[in-house]
């Protein structure tokens, strides 16, 4: 799968875990930035990744801060995007089957490296499961017009 990888300086860290593990996992994944420890604005990487996730340029978003809230609040803004902040596996698996997400969000200074792949493999394990979620995922782009 093509994957948009993207951090603030406070998920720079396991930004470089999460494509260690995307990369050994064969996923191709793309960097998105930010390239260094030094603070930066959230948004400017949302924006990044989700408009690559929304353009159709990669097939799946993840996205890191500190905590994965201002991440998945600006990620949710652009249209086509249903980013999911998850802090277990259980919950990103179940965006994919019920919620069609396309972003998956996480919080550096929440979860730790090892935890944060189980997410990630959970994310990327989901398949949507259509039926009675289509026509709720339909009512969320029923909010965008
Ligand atoms: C940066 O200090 C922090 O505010 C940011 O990474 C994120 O947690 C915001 O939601």
Redesign the pocket.
Known sequence: MRIAVG?????FELKREVLNYLEASGHEAEDFGTRSRE?CD?PDFARAVAQAVASGRVELGILI???????S?AANKVPGVRAALCGEPYSARLAREHNDANVLCL???VVGPGLAADIVGAFLSGRFAGGRHSRRVEKLRGLER
């Open positions: 951090s603030d300086h406070a998920g603070s959230y801060c500190g905590t994965g809230i201002g991440m609040i919080g550096a200074r």
